[in-house]
């Protein structure tokens, strides 16, 4: 039987997974509250020297928004007058300081051009030099949207693409990782403020922004002002204001704890108090009995059936995040040579403890670490041998979850298939111990990046936003659903700007792909993505065509940054260009078959390759969906299986990682749909 050997070092790299799941591309900010409470008081002041002192967002080298009236603010002395003059008018601007400091005016912009110069004074002159009139245009998210076109990102040609960056009249303003659990007045910037836009700044600027606003600036010539503010791995309700998500039973209680942690922070710091709640999931783990791991050698009785390789809430464990212990027996030949055997296990989220006849042969750390074990020779016999997994999942999905290929016993040529059945039996369920602590200054908590990442913003008048995010929030799709909706209008209703423009990425293709129709989270995060759509003034890129399997992170930046501007062009600038492939509209059953009819398809329906329709799937009434055979009529499509005598139900493109081609005749996606309204895996997870 194996020993329970977990020492401080070992929690240690639990706390550093724990700390770092689900952002998918960034760098920890840690800071005390008296910290932040100090760079907040810092951030007032940060860009000249002289009495007049403005926030971030202005600075040489910026963009105002054109054909409004823009707002300028800032700090002077208290009482003091101060005047504004810009270029292109001859109008004289004035406002008194307030008892704070505080002075705030409007300028009317002309059409777009440049540039101009703004003068301001207090008595001292500060004069903003390079400022150009034209869109601009806030680009938030998380990774996908935070991806460079170099460091981390390498997006498809990036060196060449880097040293093309040539577009003066596209200025870039980058906004600084930080949190805050109360609304910030200034953001902090990189590169002191806003700069042109050329291959020295260009590089680890969001390339998804980028190739947006070059494909409008080309099409346009209006000079292009881009606020980038994302930060990897983040959830959507950390870009929320409190007063919206108080509206929401989902996050009333969080954003309260979030605004009593502003005011009375921990005196034990987060990785001490999660420290201790892994311990607790030890102590409380029922395959864990005084220090030893009885489970690692399986007692009969009690243990269920599951096929692995699966995430197990997308079989018999639905909306369960806990420690599942799995084992397998498997019968080693007699002319197996034990000597040199490699444990093969693919993925696992999260952790993993794994044993072979009760004897401790690895653990790993990280939901998308390969799983790779030594077997020692003295542990294998010929005959029956057994292998036991503790799988510790701490949120989202859990389990084995990789490629059936990848699930193996191997030595030299020999492999022995571990993909199939296997036992398994719960350690614990975290719903019956206390909730995981908080991260008192992590991105990952409701409102805090609106706080310091958004809500500086918005007294700066723009043109509209666009959006790359969902990852983060694909294990609660349905909630989803109205938690986007209203971020978008909270957005909104704080810009002041009514209902600007708000165009997103859908999730692009990810993961394994299945080989029978699956339930799956990002199918239904697509969704609620398309459903948004129902919002005036909203647009979605479709992008399921060119995704990666292994990457969450395509490379194809510049196809993704075209089809946002595709949106633009169309919606907010008025050209003729075609922004959408074919969307589902209604259907008809006719005997065995279902009729589908497709708006945004007058020229007919068409496949990417020229082949028949693919990743179409039928059910009947007992929700049992089978791979349908699918044929273009017009601007319908006939689908239809011999497995399903009477059909209710079709789904599209309904999966991680779809195998589909069906095209506009311009060759952009059709978005994911399903006809049916079944309760999905994702309903009621919080």
């Avoid at 969080?254 to 001490?272: L, R």
């Amino acid at each position: 039987m194996a020993g329970l050997h977990i020492d401080v070092d070992r929690y240690k790299t639990y706390i550093r997974f724990l700390i770092i799941k689900n952002r998918l591309n960034m760098s920890t900010l840690r800071l005390s509250t008296t910290i932040l409470l100090i760079v907040a008081l810092l951030f007032i002041s940060p860009f000249t020297q002289a009495k007049i002192l403005l926030p971030s967002v202005f600075g040489n080298n910026m963009v105002l928004q054109q054909k409004t009236n823009a707002a300028i603010w800032g700090k002077a002395n208290a009482g003091k007058a101060v005047k504004v003059m810009v270029s292109w008018n001859k109008i004289n601007y004035g406002a008194i300081a307030d008892a704070n400091g505080n002075w705030k005016l409007k300028v009317a912009t002309p059409a777009y051009g440049g540039p101009y110069t703004i003068t301001i004074s207090d008595g001292e002159l500060l004069v903003l030099n390079n400022v150009l009139i034209g869109d601009v245009w806030i680009c938030s998210g998380q990774s996908n949207m935070e991806m460079p076109l170099a460091g981390w990102g390498k997006i498809l040609n990036s060196e060449k693409e880097i040293a093309a960056a040539n577009y003066p009249n596209i200025r870039l303003l980058q906004a600084e990782h930080i949190t805050s659990n109360f609304p910030l007045n200034d953001a902090k910037v990189a590169n002191n403020g806003w700069q042109e836009c050329s291959s020295k700044y260009i590089a680890e600027f969001s390339s998804t922004a980028y190739f947006f606003a070059r494909e409008v600036y080309e099409k346009t010539k209006i000079p292009i002002g881009l606020i980038h503010t994302s930060w990897g791995g983040t959830i959507a309700e950390a870009w929320t204001s409190a007063e919206s998500l108080k509206k929401m039973s989902d996050f009333s209680a969080a954003v309260d704890q979030v605004q009593k942690m502003a005011k009375n922070p921990s005196a034990i710091s987060y990785e001490e108090r999660l420290l201790n709640w892994v311990k607790i999931t030890t102590d409380k783990d029922s395959g864990n009995q005084n220090g030893t791991m009885k489970w690692a050698l399986p007692e009969s009785g009690n243990w269920k059936n599951m096929t692995l390789p699966t995430l197990w809430e997308d079989d018999a464990l639905k909306d369960f995040d806990g420690v599942v212990w799995f084992t397998k027996m498997v019968t080693i030949p007699e002319n197996w040579k034990t000597a040199g055997t490699k444990l093969n296990l693919g993925t696992i989220d999260d952790n993993d403890i794994t044993f072979i006849n009760g004897v401790k042969v690895g653990e790993t750390t990280g939901y998308n670490v390969e799983r790779v074990y030594n077997v020692p020779a003295r542990l294998l016999k010929t005959g029956e041998n057994i292998i036991t997994v503790r799988v510790f999942d701490s949120g989202g999905g859990g389990g084995l979850y990789g490629n059936a290929k990848d699930l193996n016993l191997t030595n030299g040529t020999e492999k022995i298939s571990l993909a199939g059945e296997w036992k398994y039996k719960i350690g614990l369920d975290f719903k019956n111990i206390e909730p995981k602590p908080y991260e008192e200054n992590g991105p990952n908590r409701p409102t805090v990046l609106y706080n310091a990442m958004i809500h500086p913003y918005q007294q700066f008048s723009i043109k509209g936003a666009i959006w790359y995010q969902g990852e983060s929030n694909a294990d609660r799709a349905n909630q989803y659903r109205v938690l986007f909706p209203t971020m978008i209008k909270d957005w909104r209703q704080k810009w002041g700007q009514g209902d600007f423009p708000f165009y997103f990425v859908q999730l692009a293709n990810y993961m394994q792909i299945d080989s029978t129709p699956s339930a799956s989270a990002w199918a239904e995060l697509r969704e609620a993505q398309q459903k948004t759509l129902a919002l005036p003034n909203t647009g979605m890129a479709t992008i399921i065509d060119i995704g990666d399997a292994k990457d969450i992170h395509p490379k194809n930046k510049q196809e993704v940054g075209r089809r946002l501007a595709l949106i633009a062009l169309a919606k907010t600038y008025g050209q003729k260009v075609n922004y959408s492939g074919p969307f589902y509209r209604s259907n008809k059953i006719e005997g065995k078959q279902m009729l589908l009819t497709f708006g945004n398809s007058e020229n007919g329906l068409k496949t990417a390759d020229g082949t028949a329709p693919t990743g179409f799937a039928i059910a009947g009434a007992d929700q049992k969906f089978y791979w349908a055979k699918a044929i273009i009529k017009g601007n319908q499509i006939i689908v239809s299986s011999d497995q399903v005598a009477n059909p209710v139900a079709v789904r599209y493109a309904w999966g991680n990682n779809p195998v589909c081609n069906l095209v506009s005749n311009d060759g952009l996606p059709a978005s994911p749909f399903r006809t049916d309204a079944w309760q999905g895996i994702t309903f009621g997870k919080k």
